[in-house]
């Protein structure tokens, strides 16, 4: 399962991921969904958005992540969502085991970075990243 980057969040996943994000309970939510969307850099951490979506395309979750810029792994602060649970999980893990931890939970088949730098660089080699999934629709 490969990992893909989009370069930017259409109005139509803009749509599907709000959609996603109210449909948790307003305690569960960690920061504003603008907040979710906007690419920042901010402390020597640079904010990035990935996507869960299933087998028919349509977002199952979202997560967003402070990754350090020094090393590209290592997450200060994480949040992933879907609407299954209705529950947000944070801590301080690798990003690889949160973003397979983001297909595996959310049941999706792909999983976006949809954010890059203000540079336009990607924030990590996405191509190298495979995720494993025990999910089948």
């Not at 996943?13 to 569960?28: G, I, T």
């Not at 901010?42 to 087998?55: D, K, P, Q, S, T």
């Not at 609407?83 to 999980?89: L, T």
């Not at 976006?112 to 336009?120: L, M, Q, V």
């Amino acid at each position: 399962m490969m990992v893909e980057r989009l370069k930017r969040v259409t109005k139509k996943d803009e749509r599907e991921l709000k959609a996603v994000y109210n449909a948790l309970e307003p305690d569960k939510r960690p920061t504003t969904f603008e907040h979710v969307l906007r690419m920042q850099d901010w402390n020597g951490l640079e904010i990035a958005l990935f996507v869960a979506r299933n087998y028919e395309g349509k977002i199952r979750g979202f997560a967003n992540a402070s990754i350090e810029k020094s090393t590209g792994l290592g997450c200060s602060h994480w949040t992933c969502m879907h609407p299954r649970s209705r529950d947000a999980v944070t801590g301080r893990q690798l990003l690889k085991a949160k973003l397979n931890w983001l297909v595996n939970e959310a049941g999706a088949s792909t999983v976006s970075a949809e954010a890059a730098t203000p540079e336009g660089r990607a924030l990590l080699d996405f191509k190298k990243f495979k995720a494993r999934t025990n999910y089948r629709e």
